[in-house]
Nanobody, 126 residues
Framework: QLQFVESGGGVVQPGGSLRLSCVAS????????VGWFRQGPGTEREGVSC????????NYADSVKGRFTISRDNATNTVHLQMNSLKVEDTGVYYC???????????????????WGQGTQVTVSS
């Protein structure tokens, strides 16, 4: 079955780091662009970052630029999100999803993302 499984979330203090992983099952990840999204308590889901399938181009939300890094390992069907200098505002459930048309570039604001995972909780608190 087509599935994404997110992991790596946890509870950290402001300024700390986490590395999230998104493993794809049932399809070949290198045929898709992949995006990371998050949803805080009582807020709508927002795009965080994405990476294209062939071009490897990345995009980041302004709120995380310079602190987060997205990468992919097609050999293991995995996309990572390295999160440094975490802030309280980064708290939320983080999800990954695929975009079948993001070959050269990606845009986490489009409507083509699907196959959403169950998410992993990230809590930044003192």
């Amino acid at each position: 079955q087509l599935q994404f499984v997110e992991s790596g979330g946890g509870v950290v203090q402001p300024g700390g780091s986490l590395r999230l992983s998104c493993v794809a099952s049932g399809f070949t990840l290198d045929n898709y662009g992949v995006g990371w999204f998050r949803q805080g308590p009582g807020t709508e889901r927002e795009g965080v970052s994405c990476i294209s399938s062939i071009g490897g181009r990345t995009n980041y939300a302004d709120s995380v630029k310079g602190r987060f890094t997205i990468s992919r390992d097609n050999a293991t069907n995995t996309v990572h999100l390295q999160m440094n200098s975490l802030k309280v505002e980064d708290t939320g459930v983080y999800y990954c999803a695929r975009d079948p048309w993001a070959f050269v570039t990606c845009d986490f604001t489009d409507h083509d993302f699907g196959a959403w995972g169950q998410g992993t909780q990230v809590t930044v608190s003192s």
